[in-house]
């Protein structure tokens, strides 16, 4: 190259970073494809795996990220050369900002994994080196459906955890093939196993099944009554198995659930205190279950989240306690003791939608009965109002109030 004749003394491996980072590269080494709301679905809908790198030009971050993940893309399509078994990308979130708000990229830059189009909860946060996002990329080759070899093994599940079984008459079946699509997007939250031919034959006295086994020896097991050829009707089967209803927050997986760009509905109990959850997880569900994915429903150990507590004004001795983290500000429900009165729970979380909660925290209780002629603005009213029924926090309160992370407001 002329660059290396005009500069003989220069380190080659110098000259290909300085490369890579100018995005001089030869034609063929980083095969990054660069994505735009005319190729996005199209892209990550055909690869099995991608990971994708959403950056800003301005952030030196993002510039310095750049030649370490086209170089980790060279290392993996040596091993993986298919491109609809792994696809690295890129999006530039100034150019294409609706994609940014799409996926909710709030930070740069920021490496979101798919498959097959999906976008997993969980983003990358291993280091940002070569050769762990290379070896990232290894593991999520992995194939996380252990195969039975034995039906003694089926006796011997380990029932603390949650467990989904499939047996088939083949492995080369679009059954199977289905159900394998499943248990690579929901890998982090069950155990999926499977077992075929003669193995599997006393399980399959209707045709191939699937199974549900919850935590616990006493729970029975729950069948699989819809096309397993579905993708995504199994899958919305298994996330409703896999994935509790009513989760525990903890200093290590908030960041991850406020990812997911929904508020939350938390319960703060004593861990001792299973009865309060159960009341908790049972009105959740008769009275909620239709707003999830509107919000996440959450459960928090007091004792860990005691300074979070103090910024509700609580403490653990208040628990148990139930509260809504808006990313902005959290408002506290009046009273756990109505927790089971009909509707109450229910209407606290409309309160968030309607925007009352909001208003209340910043003007009082919206007013219950206008004055004669007069319409009801829900605005600031003209007169100073009584103090609301909502505990009240300071205006600072962030994303990030129930993990105390320090950060800045977004």
Known sequence: MKLLAIYPSLDIRFVTV?????????PG??????????????????????????????????????????????IVREEFPDTKQVVFARVDCDQHSDIAQRYRITKYPTLKM???GMMMKREYRGQRS????????????VNPVKELQSVEEMTTLDRSKR?????FESKDSENYNTYAKVANILRD?????????????????SGDNIIYKPVGESIPEMVYLGSLTNFDLTYAWAQDKCVPLVREITFENGEELTEEGIPFLILFHVKED????????????RQLISEKGSINFLHADCEKFRHPLLHIQKTPADCPVIAIDSFRHMYV?????????????RQFVLDLHSGKLHREFHHGPDPTDSTPGQEETGGEAASSPPESSFQKLAPSETRYTILNRGRDEL
Not at 163 to 167: D, G, K, L, P, S
Request: with cysteine; proline share 3%; aromatic share 12%.
């Open 114 to 116: 798919f498959r097959n």
């Open 18 to 26: 300085v490369l890579l980072a100018m995005g001089l590269s030869t």
């Open 189 to 205: 939250d069950c155990t999926f196993l499977s077992a075929f031919g003669a193995i599997s034959q006393a399980e399959r006295f």
């Open 130 to 141: 070569v050769a762990a996002i290379a070896d990232f990329i290894r593991q999520q080759q």
């Open 163 to 167: 467990n989904i079984i499939a047996y």
């Open 333 to 345: 429900y009046p009273d756990y003791k109505d927790l089971n009165i009909p509707g109450k729970l």
């Open 274 to 285: 299973t009865q309060s959850l159960e009341k908790f997880q049972h009105e959740v569900a």
């Open 29 to 74: 080494q980083a095969e990054i494809t660069s994505l735009d709301s005319a190729n996005i679905d199209d892209v990550l809908n055909n690869a099995a795996v991608s990971i994708v790198n959403f950056y800003a030009d301005w952030c030196r971050f993002s510039q310095m990220l750049h030649p370490i993940f086209e170089e980790s893309s060279n």
